[in-house]
């Protein structure tokens, strides 16, 4: 079928970096929207940024001028580039793809199983 594979959490101080990267396989003719999501505990789960085929992008504002959302199409994945973290950066980050199986052009939404990220002192 297909599976989101994340890498590139870990625990930063505060104004690190970090970089994300998921990258998606299976049976897959092509990927429209991809994305990135995050949920800390006892929280919703919110949009951190979106991105398309063409390279449209969309971010929070909580994460506008410092994160950077990429694809490299010919491998699938989807990177989240993060500077000047900051503590309420920590959640857990899923990333998203909208993928196409089939001829019939109907689009499927898959979900990476989440990478921590925690920004403390």
């Known amino acids: 079928q297909v599976q989101l594979v994340e890498s590139g959490g870990g625990l930063v101080q505060p104004g690190g970096s970090l970089r994300l990267s998921c990258a998606a396989s299976?049976?897959?003719?092509?990927?429209?929207?991809m994305g990135w999501y995050r949920q800390a505990p006892g929280k919703q789960r919110e949009l951190v940024a979106t991105i398309t085929s063409n390279g449209r992008t969309t971010y929070a504002d909580s994460v506008k001028g410092r994160f950077a959302i990429s694809r490299d199409n010919a491998k699938n994945t989807v990177y989240l580039q993060m500077n000047s973290l900051k503590p309420e950066d920590t959640a857990v980050y899923y990333c998203n793809a909208d993928v196409i199986l089939d001829l019939s052009q109907r689009q499927y939404g898959y979900w990476g199983q989440g990478t921590q990220v925690t920004v403390s002192s």
């Open positions: 299976g049976s897959i003719v092509s990927i429209n929207d």
